[in-house]
């Protein structure tokens, strides 16, 4: 009797859960660790060294429209890389966010040819491989362009030839920093000054017109400041000297087409979050807000836009993160950023798999920070639901 | 670090607001859609305008200045890239064998969800059981298809035999013929239906490589090798990707890590990088004592290996959205937690992300484009080839041969969506 209860309460070894739990999980490590010393195993058998030292050699390549110079160190070209991705990544997203609501809005217009127009846009950017757009985009150029001895120039803000592009920027002289920081301040006030108003308003009634007032703020000390440091900002302007552009921002063919090819590509699919989001706002929620006697135009401002940007917002950070990782298609177009430079290394002699690796511990970084920034934004902007 | 995919998924947009059901004269209608304002008039005038001298444009350089010799010529580098011509009955074969498995599966699926939806739907509307007439039918077709059908009609306007145009129309018969059979099958039969696409699958797949060494699978090029590779990459990413999904929802701490940490790590870097370092690392994977895969393998292993992370979330997501009552009914009624798994979560689960998974099989179908940076022959490496032939050289065709390329993407992304959205509605996905 003793032994029966004995055996019925402990199931044999092999149909305990607890036993068959921690087997598991141990067999699933096990393979996973021997899988991993392998590979290592394997690649030390064939002279294959995961070693980084490399990085501390010299490169021995100039990059266009950098200060790298031969003589520096591998890390510092795999670093000059990272900084032309992050340089287009950033450019392309605020382009992207532009134009992509813009057409998305444009879907919705009530006005049938920007409907139409808007969605064969869409349909057409959405449907073709970023790749593509990207390499077309520099074909066309090529194909199309005057070269830069009869570079077009629009009114004194962009310069556009075969091998150079140059767009208007602001150049500073010294003073341009502390410019900078009277502008900080001023948004500071404002956003200050907003703030108080706000209280004012819900205290008292009194409309609170932060927008007027703050904007006032930051006007003025951008008209003070200017005079008082004896205008520290000026515009540059792009011209063509001999066979390159002066002035302004200089680009190489390779960089707008990247930049291009993304925006186009990307900002397809922004338009479409930005209608589906407009759209995912309940009808009841308009029509509650007519009945409260909002005109059209407040509605979409305090009512609808609102939420629509709740909803739109984890998915266009997604996208950001899509068109961060695809500036490395690049590489097609031989532009120099962080996959472009490690394949240039990699054609310099110096050690594929460890280059490579540090390539990808880049563009992971990069990546998990917008996941970041995208988890502390989506928590933010979380709807607290009793 | 890790993201929601539940709230990261692109929303799920209504279809087009509805035009108003009243019928408009013309004149009404320009009111109401072009003229309604001031402001709306000017924008009407200023947009067609600019729309119109983009499309007067656009069709003068496709029927007119372009000049498409470069395609025509080059249209088997496009097609098959270097595959020997005296083996091309192959991917012929193989194409139909394909084309008759999916349609089949196509067909007994289609009736499978469809009989549900009628039950419901056919007391108050008595004409859907009706069924149209032919011409009607084929109409229908069109309007659905018409991405797909302009993409095979602007490849068969390059032919210079009539052999492809009679081979595609075979398939065509083949296809409606095996979609009609589909959606014949007995109801028990129904359920083995996807058996049949990888069957599909395995038998194309012998008649393409039977071929032995004639054909080897680095020489693989054109619209042939993205096909492959697509094909290839769902079939090996989606078992790879539902385990990884799995992983990540179980109660087991290392396999959840495990799992978390491949999906996580996979989704940060870009694909290149990844095809890169598969060239250079996948041949150490396995011993020295036998020959290292091909490079089409190793490139396949990566487009894998990248896509499975990211199904693995989609279907996590559909996980996520199954009631948790419908799991503690299952254990009531005694199922063992594989049969939970298998006949109550996962057919719910994957119901729900049909329509994001074919998104992800669109994405991956555009990814096979960076196979040209790898070095492959792919259709827009093919369309650099063919402007350095001596025929073609340095007469700016390059935008020309990259529109041919970038019309076959666009009409295979196209259509996969436009099925997708029309799943999704069918499936009434987005309205529960």
Known sequence: MVTSTATSSRPPLWRDVRVLRVTFQLAVLVAVVAFASYLYDNLLANDVELDFGFLDQQAGIRLAYTDLHPSDTVLAAILTGLRSTITVALLGIVLTLVLGTLIGIARLSGNWVVRRVAGTYVEVLRNLPPLLAIVFVNAAALASLPPIQEANTIGDVLVVSVSEFGVVTLASDGNGWAYVAVLALAVLAAVALGTWRRRVEARTGAPARAWLWGGAVVGAAAVIGYVALSAPVVLSRPRVEGLSVVGGARMGLPFVAVLVGLVLYTSSHVAEIVRGSILAVPRGQTEAAAAIGLSPGQRLRHVVLPQAFRIATPPIINQCLNLTKNTSLGVAVAFAETMGVTNTIIGNGQPAIPAILVAMGLYLVLSLSISLVANVANHRLRLVER | ?432
């Open chain 2, 1 to 432: 670090m890790e993201i929601a995919t539940g709230t990261l998924a692109e929303p799920i947009a209504p279809p087009e607001p509805e035009p108003p059901r009243r019928d408009l004269t013309p004149a009404q209608w320009v009111r109401a859609n072009l003229a309604s304002t001031p402001l709306n008039v000017l924008l009407t005038v200023v947009v067609g305008l600019i729309a119109a001298w983009a499309a007067y444009r656009l069709l003068r350089w496709v029927f007119v200045t372009g000049d498409w010799a470069i395609v025509r010529v080059n249209l088997k580098l496009f097609m098959v890239g270097f595959y020997p011509a005296d083996q091309l009955w192959r991917l012929w074969a193989a194409g139909y064998v394909m084309v008759a498995a999916v349609a089949f599966a196509g067909g007994a699926v289609t009736v499978a969800v469809r009989r549900p939806i009628e039950a419901v739907a056919g007391a108050d509307t008595p004409g859907s059981t009706a069924r149209p007439g032919a011409g009607r039918r084929v109409l229908d077709a069109l309007h659905r298809f018409w991405p797909a059908v302009l993409g095979v009609i602007a490849i068969l306007s390059f032919t210079r035999t009539l052999l492809p145009t009679i081979g595609v129309l075979g398939a065509l018969v083949v296809g409606v013929v095996a979609a009609a059979a589909g959606t014949r099958t007995p109801a028990r039969l129904r359920r083995w239906s996807p058996l049949i696409v990888v069957v599909g699958l395995i038998v194309a797949l012998q008649i393409v490589i039977g071929g032995g060494d004639q054909t080897g699978w680095d020489d693989w090029g054109g619209l042939h090798l993205v096909v492959s590779a697509t094909v290839a990459g769902i079939a090996l990413a989606f078992p790879l990707g539902l385990l990884l999904a799995l992983g990540r929802r179980s109660s087991l701490p290392a396999i959840r890590i495990v799992s978390t940490g491949y999906i996580e790590g996979f989704r940060a870097v870009p694909l290149v990088t990844l095809l890169f370092l598969g060239q250079y690392m996948i041949g150490f994977m396995f011993p020295n004592t036998i020959e290292p895969p091909s490079f089409l393998v190793r490139a396949v292993i990566a487009i894998t290996l990248f896509e499975a992370a990211y199904i693995a979330e989609i279907v996590r997501g559909g996980l996520q959205a199954v009631p948790r009552g419908q799991v503690e009914a299952a254990q009531a009624i005694g199922l063992s937690p594989v049969g939970v798994m298998r006949l109550v979560v996962l057919p719910q689960a994957l119901r729900a992300v049909i329509p994001a998974m074919v998104g992800q099989f669109i994405s991956l179908f555009k990814d096979t484009s960076l196979l040209a940076i790898v070095g492959f022959f792919e259709l827009i490496e093919v369309s650099d080839a063919v402007t350095k032939q001596d025929a073609f050289r340095g007469q700016g065709l390059r935008p020309l041969a990259l529109a041919f390329v970038g019309l076959i993407y666009w009409a295979g992304c196209s259509t996969m969506s436009r099925e997708s959205q029309r799943l999704e509605r069918r499936l009434g996905v987005g309205e529960r």
